[in-house]
């Protein structure tokens, strides 16, 4: 033991390293790359399981998968536009809704209007909004928000019933509560992203502004808001893709129904939440199907994320 | 009147300007309001409807058949456990080396720079996906079936992108003076970081892997496939890991939706274990990157 440490201590000093340790070294470093490496195979399996499980799906229908709106396991005939638009839609009244509270409470957290130390908790509570499960958020839909709703949906259907989108009598689930649920549940991401891009801008921007006499308000919106605008958009879009993939809180409000309505107080579906609904239960050629709708789910988000990402680098450039 | 005005740097209260402002900045407030009451309802009505079942029962006993009273929701306490468990000792490996590589070793290559890339589209795939992947690939290919593996499978793919940002960020505060100062002494590159910036960094991947497995715990949609759910006790014997096991996360799913008051309630409790776990973690996480190690 004390002769192999002296000669430890020989080869410190000589410089020099004994295979065995210079092997651990090489073989830690290949370990890392190893792990590294497997996180792109990981990404490609995804795409490559997903797309393998719907290939049955595709050669059968192809295209005609989206323009078919029925979704029938009986006679085994699948279409996705109808929940193809009741993802858009529901992504879409999640996006009005949190948009306007998002990028307002982004202003309100990123300038000096309350004293630091309350904002800093405000900061965290937003935080803690996104990381309630969605099945909670869900559980709650179900019991609270959609009775609220539903009162609010007979209102819109009597004062404005003439108009397509509230053309029904709200009855409970429907896409209405579901896009007011998932605008909750991207109001984070929004506020989060809102927020960075207007704290990186530079000092300056705003020391020129309110030194040309301009007030504070005169500064956010013609100065402070156009400059950082790319990373809002971003952040926007970013809440678009989680919108599009939100599965629980969805499925448990928004009625499950195929059937194509245009009104948003009739119960609807989305493409997680049709997975969600029938995979467990689904055999043969409707798995398949399904695996095809969470494939053209995926491309979507997919496209919608990278997009993203790109908008809020070119926002990071400009200004490091 | 107009002197004063001119005289004055001070903007006038009354002026349109000043007005304009003061309502911009009462409307940003209420935005502000406006997002936190889902929180403070959400959390309100998680604590009123689900503190009035808790007992010790909820911890140590099945759920009731439909319709009857009484009984709890062990068995989905202990498959949360078991899939979350499984999902840890999948991602935290996988990870951490990851995060490794990318900060102590690729010395900013291209492709560190695609794997971050990747990490983040990871980031991004919904969980219903993760879900399809654990099941292609473990459930419809006959390899385990609906099981704790597949579920801990989809969970670990749905950390892995937190646990990889959170240790990176974590191995960067990392001052470069104390990497020297180990190489300095005759270190290899593995004692260095293995002893050395590891354990430097350890409160920062603590927290990230904490917050990772709050999320898993809370996640559902790719459990409902894979780890399906079950009534009963999970199997003590490995064989338990090969079968379909309940879940907190799918309880409340599954209940919530059912007509009977006794489960709508336990989904209520359930719900409530659940946001108590996140926000223990949560708070836990911000004292802990308080402290600071260097």
């Not at chain 2, 991602?91 to 070793?105: M, Q």
């Not at chain 2, 359930?270 to 004292?287: D, H, M």
């Amino acid at each position: 033991m004390t002769q192999s440490d002296s000669s430890n201590t020989d080869n410190l000093m000589m410089g020099e390293r004994s295979p065995l340790e210079k092997t651990l070294d090489n073989g830690f470093k290949w370990l890392t790359f190893a792990f590294a490496l497997s996180i792109g195979l990981i990404l490609i399996s995804i795409a490559v399981i997903i797309a393998v499980g719907a290939f049955p799906a595709i050669k059968q229908f192809n295209f005609s998968f989206f323009t078919n709106s029925n979704w029938n396991p009986v006679t085994d005939q699948y279409g996705v536009i109808a929940v193809i638009y009741g993802t858009m839609v529901s992504s879409l009244i999640a996006l009005i809704v949190a948009i306007p509270l998002g990028v307002g409470a982004a202003i309100f957290l990123s300038e000096d209007f309350i004293p630091e130390q309350i904002r800093t908790v405000l900061v965290f509570l937003v935080e803690l909004l996104a990381a309630i499960p969605s099945v909670v958020y869900g559980l709650w839909g179900i019991f609270v928000l959609i009775p609220i709703t539903t009162v609010f949906g007979t209102w819109l259907h009597d004062n404005f019933g003439w108009f397509p989108l509230f053309s029904t009598t709200p009855a409970g689930p429907s896409m209405l509560p579901a896009g007011i649920v998932l605008s909750i549940m991207i109001l984070p991401i929004i506020i989060a992203i809102s927020r960075d891009s207007l704290a990186s801008l530079p000092p300056d921007l705003r020391q020129a502004s309110l030194g040309l006499g301009a007030t504070r308000w005169e500064t956010i919106f013609r100065v402070l808001i156009p400059a950082a605008i790319s990373g809002i958009m971003g952040g926007i879009m970013l809440a678009l893709g989680r919108a599009m993939g939100e599965t629980m809180a969805a499925t448990m409000i928004i009625g499950n129904s195929n059937r194509l309505s245009i009104s948003i107080l009739d119960p609807a579906n989305t493409i997680a939440s049709l997975i969600a609904n029938q995979f467990a239960e689904a055999s043969g050629l409707q798995i398949s199907a399904l695996m095809y709708a969470g494939l053209v789910l995926m491309l979507l988000t997919l496209i919608v994320n990278i997009l993203a990402e790109y908008i809020v680098n070119q926002v990071k450039a400009k200004y490091e | 009147m107009i002197t004063t005005t001119i005289g004055s740097l001070k903007k006038k209260s009354s002026s349109p300007r000043v007005i304009l402002g003061t309502i911009m900045t009462a409307l940003s407030g209420l935005c502000m309001i406006l997002t936190l009451i889902p929180l403070i309802a959400v959390l309100f009505f998680v604590f009123v409807q689900g503190f009035s079942r808790l007992n010790i029962d909820l911890f140590t006993q099945l759920p009731p058949p439909p319709g009857l009273d009484e009984g709890g929701l062990a068995n989905a306490i202990i498959g949360t456990l078991v899939v979350v468990g499984i999902a840890v000792i999948l991602a935290v490996p996988i990870g951490v080396l990851t995060a490794v590589y990318l900060s102590e070793f690729s010395h900013g290559n291209k492709f560190a720079t695609s794997i971050r890339f990747a990490t983040n589209v990871l980031s991004g795939v919904p969980s219903i996906i993760a879900g399809i992947f654990a099941f292609g690939l473990l459930v419809s290919s006959g390899i385990v079936g609906f099981s704790a593996i597949a579920g801990g499978v989809a969970l670990a793919v749905l950390m892995l992108p937190t646990i990889i940002r959170t240790t990176d960020e974590a191995l960067k505060i990392v001052p470069q003076e104390i990497r020297w100062a180990a190489l300095g002494v005759g270190a290899y590159n593995y004692q260095t970081v293995v002893q050395i910036v590891l354990p430097a960094a350890l409160p920062g991947i603590v927290t990230g892997v904490t917050l990772a497995i709050a999320r898993a715990a809370g996640e559902t949609a790719p459990l409902i496939f894979t780890a399906l759910f079950s009534n009963f006790w999970p199997n003590v014997s490995p064989q338990g890991l090969v079968e379909p096991i309940a879940t907190l996360s799918v309880l409340v799913y599954n209940f919530a939706i059912l007509p009977f008051k006794p489960q709508q309630e336990l989904a209520w409790a359930g719900s409530l274990i659940l946001v108590f776990l996140v926000l223990a973690t949560s708070i836990i996480a911000r004292l802990a990157t308080r402290r600071k190690v260097y």
